[in-house]
Nanobody, 124 residues
Framework: QVQLVESGGGLVQAGGSRRLSCAASGRTFSSYAMGWFRQAPGKEREFVATISTSGGITYYADSVKGRFTISRDNAKNTVYLQMNSLKPEDTAVYYC?????????????????WGQGTQVTVSS
């Protein structure tokens, strides 16, 4: 069992930056691919980014490529999402996820564990 707890959400102005963190419980953190999904009001939950167990492979949604960076620190059981050049359309609840691989984790069916979510609001 893996428990995921996100932090770092809040209100930020358009063009600003924010870093989300996700702390994972358990001694098996380094064996899971990790990632982030988001859900905006009235929209489907969507893939944002994933990262492999070693951190050597990453995937990004086209909408965030070049602006967001996912990283992980296996010694701290933590995964991060650095968000730069934020836009109002990035407003959403951001969810930390864990699964078996960075490729399969890009779809909801590949998620084994979900965090509770953290709200990010980008004002124009």
């Amino acid at each position: 069992q893996v428990q995921l707890v996100e932090s770092g959400g809040g209100l930020v102005q358009a063009g600003g930056s924010r870093r989300l963190s996700c702390a994972a419980s358990g001694r098996t953190f380094s064996s899971y691919a990790m990632g982030w999904f988001r859900q905006a009001p009235g929209k489907e939950r969507e893939f944002v980014a994933t990262i492999s167990t070693s951190g050597g492979i990453t995937y990004y949604a086209d909408s965030v490529k070049g602006r967001f960076t996912i990283s992980r620190d296996n010694a701290k059981n933590t995964v991060y999402l650095q968000m730069n050049s934020l836009k109002p359309e990035d407003t959403a609840v951001y969810y930390c996820v864990a699964g078996s691989g960075p490729t399969t984790l890009r779809v909801r069916g590949g998620v084994n564990y979900w965090g509770q979510g953290t709200q990010v609001t980008v004002s124009s």
